[in-house]
């Protein structure tokens, strides 16, 4: 009797592990860690809360699953269909997103700081409050979306295309922006310190209140910009009404 209790208890106290399984279909809190799913067609999966790290999900079809809570860290999604997901508070830290198409996707509150963005496909997308740290979106399509409050700060998005994209109160310090278009874009109050904004274009963009001290600024157009209670790249703060140039 005093030896069975001993073996129960010396297994009570060792740690409770879960462990991927691959074969387990698509479901809640599900657990592919680290799982080869390319190619394989989730849409309109609910992924809610599962952990999908490391996994390999390159050419996935995921369109319009529900990933609320999901743990993508260091997943490949490199070309995957993730248009229309619903993806509340996930997270993409340091996942490899190239080429993926996240159109119309509900990001709000998501995590894809160091992450891999060259050249996704985002328009549309409702992505306020979510984090892009240091990540990198060469040459992204963002047109139209949501990225108000975000944090992109030190994030790469040379040659990205963010017209009408609304970037309202968003940290960008430090960010690279040269060659982005971010024509008739929402960048009130929007933080763009020590940023290198070389040769983009801010035509009829919205500017008001924003921070450009120490920016640089070599080639880029101001036309038509609403400049008003900006803070200047020489710390001055342009007057209200100023359009097109800080006065």
């Known amino acids: 009797m005093v030896k069975n209790f001993s073996a129960a208890l010396l297994f009570s106290l060792i740690p409770f592990t879960t462990f991927a399984a691959c074969n387990d279909p698509a479901s809640p809190r599900v657990n592919w860690d680290g799982c080869d799913k390319r190619s394989v067609v989730l849409t309109g999966s609910d992924l809610r809360e599962a952990v999908l790290k490391n996994a390999i999900l390159t050419n996935v079809n995921m369109e319009k699953a529900r990933l609320t809570d999901a743990d993508l860290g260091f997943a490949k999604l490199d070309h995957a269909k993730l248009n229309g997901i619903k993806a509340k508070n996930a997270r993409f830290v340091g996942a490899n997103l190239q080429n993926a198409f996240l159109n119309k996707a509900r990001l709000s509150g998501s995590k894809f700081d160091r992450a891999n963005l060259m050249q996704v496909e985002m328009q549309n997308a409702s992505a306020s409050g979510s984090h892009f ?88 157009d101001f036309s038509g910009a609403k400049l008003g209670n900006a803070i200047w790249i020489n710390h001055k703060r342009c007057r209200p009404g100023s359009i097109g140039e800080c006065k």
């Open 133 to 220: 740290y240091n990540s990198n979106l060469t040459r992204a399509k963002l047109t139209g979306s949501d990225l108000s409050k975000a944090n992109l700060e030190q994030a790469i998005l040379n040659e990205a295309n963010a017209q009408n994209t609304n970037f309202s109160q968003a940290i960008m310090k430090e960010a690279e922006l040269e060659g982005a278009d971010f024509e008739n874009a929402n960048l009130t109050k929007a933080r763009l310190d020590e940023a290198l904004l070389n040769d983009v274009s801010f035509r009829n963009a919205d500017l008001q209140g924003a921070n450009l001290q120490s920016a640089e600024i070599t080639g880029a």
